[in-house]
């Protein structure tokens, strides 16, 4: 079994910041991509940052210079600091990781429960 547990979440103001953590743990063997994603209420969940095992990321435009993302392959773990937050950011947030369990081949995705970040004065 593998668990993806995220924290961090919370109500800010505009211009205000967040970190989200999100560890993951179990019969894990390998982690390949660790990211988040977040989706609005009446929308499509979307890609909000990714990062590889070997530190490459990826962000969507609308979060560019004002997102990290960043791991830690020691700990399993991978946060995401929101600075410069904006309304339009409000959603929950969805921690994701592409791994190969203990005995297994090929790497399946697998998502964290979800937390709440509402940016709101």
């Known amino acids: 079994q593998v668990q993806l547990v995220e924290s961090g979440g919370g109500l800010v103001q505009p211009g205000g910041s967040l970190r989200l953590s999100c560890a993951a743990s179990g019969s894990i063997f390998v982690i390949n991509a660790m990211g988040w994603y977040r989706q609005a209420p009446g929308k499509q969940r979307e890609l909000v940052a990714t990062?590889?095992?070997?530190?490459?990321?990826n962000y969507v435009d609308a979060v560019k210079g004002r997102f990290t993302i960043s791991r830690d392959n020691a700990k399993n773990t991978v946060d995401l600091q929101m600075n410069s937050l904006k309304p339009e950011d409000t959603a929950v947030y969805y921690c994701n990781a592409n791994l190969i369990v203990r005995g297994g081949i090929a790497g399946n995705f697998y998502w964290g429960q979800g937390t709440q970040v509402t940016v709101s004065s």
């Open positions: 990062v590889t095992s070997n530190g490459r990321t």
